[in-house]
């Protein structure tokens, strides 16, 4: 293993274990289907999830989340002022938000919500390769033809252009995952190879690994970059150990989960693959 490997895996570890220490109060805005593996996630990796929505509560509660995690996976009109105000209570507070734009070219409404949350400078954006895609087009209406849903029609490393112009034109560090995540801040761009295919039949595993880059992020607040790459690997090996012990998607679920909880320094530093990609 190369010193590189090495540095990113005791980089890795560093952001886990402060997590476990610190157990940040992450706030999740976040769709139906994903809620509970959502809070499964961040409970495993050693964070606090707290799934709060109402406008009325975000003074009170908002600034008290170490970070907020925001996915527009079940968007109806009345949650987007939510997800508004939240992020820019945030933004007043210097505390971190990370977006999801899950399914954003499936309709005129959610595309415009995207870019209107995108217009309120997440810290970070993490979507698959075609939502990604999508989102840094110049065009003001979605391309219907570019995505399928919820899921990716393109392979991450198509979208490594479109990533770097997205995070170039909104700030963000944009995240694309896939077979290869792929991170950038639209300057440095990261590869992580970790994961396993069984993770795309797995519902909201994407939703999942987003709220775990906002728990990352929570606790280095000033390096967004190297957090979400430590997320996306943490993710990605704690699939890996846990498709040893899985027959299928249900019980990766529960093994992913059950990994992510008993991940060791060891378990990590001999799993993690991450390169530069330019
Ligand atoms: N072909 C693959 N090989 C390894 N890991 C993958 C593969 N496809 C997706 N993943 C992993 O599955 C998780 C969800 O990613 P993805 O399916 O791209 O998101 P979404 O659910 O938002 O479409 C990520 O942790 C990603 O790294
Ligand atoms: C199936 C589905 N429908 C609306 S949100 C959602 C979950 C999407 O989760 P992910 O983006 O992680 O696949
Ligand atoms: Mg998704």
Sequence with gaps: MDSNQNQWGSKAWHLLSLLR?????????TNFVSMDIVANTLLSAGASPAMLHAV??????????????VNVGTLSPSWLPAMTTAAQICNTLHTPWVLDPVAAS???FRFEACREL??????????NASEIIALSLASAEPNASASKGVDSVHDSMDAVEAAKLLAQTSGAVVAVSGATDIVTDGN???GAHNGVAMMQKVTATGCS??????AFVAVDKSHALDAAVSALAVFGVAGELGMKMAKGPASLRMHLIDALYGLDEAALNSHVNI????
Aim: overall charge positive; charged content about 15%.
């Design 56 to 69: 009325e509560e975000l003074p009170d509660f908002t600034p008290r989340a170490a970070a907020l995690y």
């Design 106 to 108: 499936a309709s005129a």
């Design 118 to 127: 995108l217009r309120l400078k997440p810290t970070v954006v993490r979507g």
């Design 188 to 190: 440095r761009v990261v």
């Design 275 to 278: 390169t530069s990609l330019c």
């Design 209 to 214: 690994v987003t709220a775990l880059i906002a």
């Design 21 to 29: 220490a610190q157990s940040p109060l992450i706030q999740c805005i």
